[in-house]
Structure formats: structure tokens, C-alpha cells
T-cell receptor
Framework: QQQVKQSPQSLIVQKGGISIINCAYE??????FPWYQQFPGKGPALLIA?????SEKKEGRFTISFNKSAKQFSLHIMDSQPGDSATYFC????????FGAGTTVTVRA | NAGVTQTPKFQVLKTGQSMTLQCAQD?????MYWYRQDPGMGLRLIYY???????DKGEVPNGYNVSRLNKREFSLRLESAAPSQTSVYFC?????????????FGSGTRLTVV
């Protein structure tokens, strides 16, 4: 079974809106939580990552929020742009990466 | 700036045929991985090699074998292909097996087994 549960499976947002993707885990040994972005026909690429001793990390329009007690973390894409249309994977590692099922984000112009 | 190179990009096999997917990285990474990607399933680890000379099973190793030929190359072999192995296969590499500096992925091999 997947060790990292991701939702929603897909979402559509208007240009300028906020996209929110949620992930949950059970394994308390996980200590590094990256997000990967994948465009059609390409391999995933590291977007942003967080460690559990930090509650929030922001890089440009992308923010990870982390709730250690709830074992949940989320990706917020602010001011979503058509170029952000992609599939996003959350992941977690103890000694190797486990990926969520992915969220396909479509940004309408 | 090649990064991780996978060959072939596309392949169609008949049930029972065998083939080897090739992967090479030029970043002097120690660890290499093979994942398969299926709709709604995300990326599932097939095999990994934490360092040259070692290989270990991931979540879905059945029907596959791997060889870490040297530090640069990590191949995935399907001995007797089955339709359930129709998928997109990604090779990745990282500096360390924990991947805390990120994984670098290849562009994938789209395999269809008929």
C-alpha cells in the first residue's frame, strides 16, 4: 500500500488562483518531504522540499506547510499560472523515497 | 548537461519476450533507482542500488532483475514480459540513498506489452 496518501487526484484552477494539494503519512521515521513536478513526456523534477522541524517553507509562488503532529503536509501554489499545469507528487523518505499517487493540476487562462 | 539518460524511449514487446532498459548518469551519483509509473498509482520503486556493487528490491520487484554495471549504469531487465508490465519506466539517481539532495530522473521509457 502507498505510504504517502495524496489528494485530490486532479484539480482545475483559474489563472491567478490558489492550488492546494494535500498529503498524509503514517511512518514517523520519514524525515524529509519533497515535492516533485512532472510535465507530460518528462520525468519528475524536484520542486521544493521540507524537513519536519520546519512548519513552512516558501520558494517563490510555491509553499509547503507541514503539520508534524497530524502527519500531514501540503503544497500551495499561489497566483497559479498556465505554465504550472503539471502533475505534482508529494514524497517522503526514511532511507528511500516513497511517492504519493500524484495530482494533475490544470490552470485555465 | 545530459543528467540521466534512458534508452529506448518507446518499446512494444510481445508477451513472453525479454528486454533490457538501459540507464546511465553522468553526475557521479552513488545511488540509482528504477520506478514504474501507472495512472493513479504514482511512482512505485522496482529496484534500487544504494551504491556501486549493491542492489535491493523495492515495492514491486516481481518479474524484473537489475544490474549495477558500474557507478554510471543501472539496467533493468524483463525476462518474460507480461501485459501487466505495460507502464512508463523511470530511472533516477541521487548523491546518497536517502535522496535528501533530490533525485534526478530520466525522461522515461514507455513500454507496451501486447
Amino acid at each position: 500500500q502507498q505510504q504517502v496518501k495524496q489528494s485530490p487526484q486532479s484539480l482545475i484552477v483559474q489563472k491567478g488562483g490558489i492550488s492546494i494539494i494535500n498529503c498524509a503519512y503514517e511512518n514517523t521515521a520519514f524525515d524529509y518531504f519533497p515535492w516533485y513536478q512532472q510535465f507530460p513526456g518528462k520525468g519528475p523534477a524536484l520542486l521544493i522540499a521540507i524537513r519536519p522541524d520546519v512548519s513552512e517553507k516558501k520558494e517563490g509562488r510555491f509553499t509547503i506547510s507541514f503539520n508534524k503532529s497530524a502527519k500531514q503536509f501540503s503544497l500551495h501554489i499561489m497566483d497559479s499560472q498556465p505554465g504550472d499545469s503539471a502533475t505534482y507528487f508529494c514524497a517522503a523518505t526514511d532511507y528511500k523515497l516513497s511517492f504519493g499517487a500524484g495530482t494533475t493540476v490544470t490552470v485555465r487562462a | 548537461n545530459a543528467g540521466v539518460t534512458q534508452t529506448p524511449k518507446f518499446q512494444v514487446l510481445k508477451t513472453g519476450q525479454s528486454m533490457t532498459l538501459q540507464c546511465a548518469q553522468d553526475m557521479n551519483h552513488n545511488s540509482m533507482y528504477w520506478y514504474r509509473q501507472d495512472p493513479g498509482m504514482g511512482l512505485r520503486l522496482i529496484y534500487y542500488s544504494a551504491s556501486e556493487g549493491t542492489t535491493d528490491k523495492g515495492e514491486v520487484p516481481n518479474g524484473y532483475n537489475v544490474s549495477r554495471l558500474n557507478k554510471r549504469e543501472f539496467s533493468l531487465r524483463l525476462e518474460s514480459a507480461a501485459p501487466s508490465q505495460t507502464s512508463v519506466y523511470f530511472c533516477a539517481s541521487s548523491e546518497s540513498y536517502r535522496g535528501t539532495n533530490g533525485y534526478t530522473f530520466g525522461s522515461g521509457t514507455r513500454l507496451t506489452v501486447v
